[in-house]
Structures are given as C-alpha cells and as structure tokens.
C-alpha cells in the first residue's frame, strides 16, 4: 500500500494562497484552502497591481492571460505637487519595454475569480472556514499537523501554510506556539514590531470619466497622497492615502467606517485630474469604497515546526510601491521551489518533522534578505509621496523629476532579481532587462550604487542649499 500524498493546509484563499495552490499542484502536492469568508471573491474595494516579477511567476502558471485581458497597461504618470509643479514620468513603459509585463492595475475580486477557476479541483477550496486552533503532533500514529475550524471540523495535513493576510490567525498560532516553547520574549518583540502611520481610502469608480486608460494621474500634498488610474472599459481605479495623526500599535490602531472615507475624499473633490476633470467627478460615479489602516511590519518569526505564514502576514506594506501582492507570489515560488526539492530527495517520501522545520527555517534565511529590501523601498517611497520631512520633500520635489532616470536601475534591479519557479520553463522572452538588471549579473553593481548614492548626496545638497537661499 502506497504512503498517502504529502499534503498542505493552505490558511486563507488570498491571491498568496490561490497562487500556492496552483504551484503545489504543480509539483503533485495535496492541499486544502480554507477560507473564512462565506465567498471566495468578495467585492470589496480594492485593486491589485500586478508587476514584471510577479508576473512572471503567473505566467509559469498559466494564470498571466486573465491580467492581460483585465487591464490596460500603464503607459506613463502624471505627478503634480502641491505648488503647481508637475511632470510625467515614463517610467512604466520603459519597465514593460526591459521586462515584458507592463504594470498592471485590476479588481483584487476578478484575480481572485481568475486565479480559483483555474484551479482543476474547486472542492479543494473550502469557504466559511475560520480556523481557530492548530496542533502540531509528535505520536507518529496522528496526523502531522490538524487544524480546527469555528464550526467544529478539523483538517489534517503535513505542512500548513497562512496565507490569511494582516490579522493572521496562523500568526497567532506560530506566536501562540513559540510562547509555549518558552520564547516569550521573542513573541513579544514581533508583536511590537507591528505599526501603522498611515491609512488609506481605496476605490473603484465606473462609467465615463473623460480621463485616458492607461495614464496615471498622482497627486501629492503634504501628509497625503491621490492616486487614481484609469482602466479599461470605463473603469477607474483610485485610491487616497493618508497620514495618520500618530504612529498607532497594531493592537490600536483605528478603524474606520465609510462616513471616514466618503468625508476623506471629499476634501479633494476639486482637485483637477486633467481634462477638465476633477476628482469630484470620479467620486460621483464610485462603485466601491473601503477606507483601511496601512499596517507595517516585517516579521523576523516566520514559522515554527511545521506551520509556516507567507504574504502579508510577515511583510505588510504600504500600496504606494504596489510590491504587496507580488512580494508575496515570490514567497509562493521560493516556498514551492524548496519544498519540490525535499521532495524530489527524499523521492516522494514525507519529510520529517525535524526535516521541515529545517526547511522552513531556510526558506526565511534565504528570502529575508530580498523582502526586507523591498519593504524598506516601500517604507521609503511611502513618506516621499506624503512629503514626510524635509530630505523626503527635497527627494520627491526636486530630485526625482529631474534625476529619475539616474536611479532607474535601482527599482529595475529589484524587479530583475525577483524569484521564479525553478521547476517550471521560464517564459520565452527577449526583453533584455531581466539580464541586464540582474545584480549578481552586473559586474559593477556595487560601484553603481555607490557613484548613484553619491550623485544623490551632491543633488540633496545643492538644492538644500538653494532652497535655504530662497
């Protein structure tokens, strides 16, 4: 009698947890996706930006085409400031010109929709699912790893894997676990780390808004940030960025009702957007709106045994980079790749526990150091468009539109070192970028950054100079 298939228990059927279950069953891993919510796709405001790397990996997937159909691609930006300044940046067509994918706006509800009818097995995909308990077993005659369910049931697996986003039960659960283990103190750092200064209105407004399908509009104040993106099929997607009051805990952060949203963006009803248009008009014709706190945090305790958290529930950011949802697909491929390569090893046999754990401790030594860059590009970028201090203002307002091109090839550096599935073809291209920015590729890549941090030092300091003078 064969011994019965690996099996994972995904956490959360999220864009991170769709995306892993098409790359498990890729390697003829089992899973299951429990999904606490009563639907899969719910509608809830949103958008989604999909970028060159984690397109890629979708693209292995066999899931690119639904994006591609779904979105116009962004051609260029138009960023205005708040003494009138403005200009517009390329910066998107050159991305799609070196990588192949442009960047890419759509419904955070159509990718999911796309993402689980791909799937060749739904009853895999369980909803109304709230997972309250996980237990890890040592009795070799009980399963692995089982998990409880609010309405009683329980699921047995091998490995599980939270995918269930910024309030992650699973998290709770590894936190619960660690304390139990006697690392009390290190629980108590990680849930500290946890932070938001920031909060967001998100929404999606359809019909005819006289704006062009493809081009960015940004508007940048003092503590606050308007994006809004026209689509295709007169849909806009747009969203409004704010400071907060203070630098909240997680645990206390504020929540806020639609009343908060509809009386943010209000405030900006007369801001132009070109075209005569003005965000006013965009508003009169939403669909949906949510308005949310931008949760930080990039989490040092990833797993423990063999549970482990991916996506947002380790590294949440703010959208202002749109590396979220991609950040967290590359975790998808770096988990999948690892655990393809025990499995290929131990020739389909079930690793150990000890085996997995050691897994997933390396799965986290060796995709830590990527993440934490693009966080720390995120939190950067974050408070340059809310103009957060002096040398952010200087940056945003006098450095990037007249040096961007110079630091190009930082962003494009970031994208051209993203993670792939290795067991998978990557997509016939001949877009030269994902050679030519590769960091370990460039021979000079060090001596780049040092002559590009030095031209920034000179520029700050020059209009630093000029400015005090006026």
């Not at 629980?187 to 808004?209: L, T």
Request: charged fraction near 25%.
């Amino acid at each position: 009698m064969s011994e019965p298939r690996f099996k994972v228990i995904i956490v959360g059927g999220s864009v991170t947890g769709l995306t892993l279950a098409h790359s498990l069953h890729k390697i003829g891993v089992d899973f299951t996706i429990l999904e606490k919510r009563a639907s899969i796709a719910p509608q809830e405001g949103a958008s989604v930006g999909i970028l060159p790397n984690g397109a890629r990996v979708l693209d292995q997937l066999g899931l690119y085409g639904a994006v591609e159909q779904a979105t116009a691609p962004l051609g260029a930006t138009n960023i205005h400031f708040p003494d009138d300044f403005h200009f517009c940046s390329f910066y998107p067509k050159s991305m799609q010109k070196n990588f192949g994918y442009p960047v890419a706006f759509l419904e955070r509800r159509k990718l999911l929709e796309a993402l689980y009818n791909a799937l060749p097995d739904k009853s895999k995909v369980l909803v109304s699912k709230e997972v309250t308990e996980i237990k890890q077993n040592d009795d070799s005659d009980l399963a692995a790893v089982r998990v409880w369910t609010t309405d009683g049931d329980v699921y047995e697996g091998d490995l599980v894997v939270g995918a269930d986003g910024v309030h992650s039960r699973t998290r709770s659960e590894i936190w619960r676990m660690a304390s139990a283990s006697r690392q009390d103190e290190e629980v108590r750092k990680e849930k500290d780390r946890m932070s938001a200064e920031y909060a967001c209105v998100f929404g999606i407004s359809r019909g005819s808004s006289g704006l062009k399908a493809g081009e960015q509009i940004m508007r940048i104040y003092n503590g606050q940030t308007l994006v809004v993106i026209p689509s295709k099929d007169d849909v806009v997607f747009w969203f409004l960025s704010r400071k907060l009051d203070r630098k909240y805990k997680y645990s206390e952060a504020p929540r806020f009702t639609l009343d908060d949203a509809a009386a943010a963006c209000l405030e900006f009803a007369d801001a132009p957007l070109g075209n005569d248009v003005r965000f006013g008009d965009i508003w009169k014709i939403r669909q949906t709106f949510n308005m949310v706190v931008l949760e930080e945090n990039l989490l040092q305790t990833w797993s423990f045994g063999r549970v482990v958290c991916i996506g947002d529930s380790i590294h949440k950011m703010t959208v202002n980079l749109g590396q979220g949802a991609n950040c967290a697909v590359e975790d998808v491929a770096v988990l999948t790749n690892l655990l393809n390569e025990c499995l290929v090893n131990t020739k389909n046999a079930k690793p150990s526990g000890h085996e997995l754990d050691a897994l997933l401790r390396r799965f986290k030594r060796i995709h830590l150091p990527r993440v934490t860059h693009i966080y720390n590009t995120s939190y950067l970028i974050a408070r340059v468009h809310a103009r957060d201090g002096f040398t952010r203002k200087l940056i945003g307002r006098y450095i990037m539109p007249y040096f961007g091109n110079l630091f190009e090839s930082r962003p494009f550096n970031m994208i051209a070192d993203a993670a792939a599935l290795d067991f998978l073809p990557l997509p016939q291209s001949s877009f030269p970028g994902w050679e030519k920015y590769k960091s370990k590729a460039n021979k000079t890549g060090s001596q780049t950054v040092v002559l590009q941090s030095m031209l920034l030092c000179i520029a700050l300091a020059a209009v630093s100079v000029w400015w005090r003078r006026i």
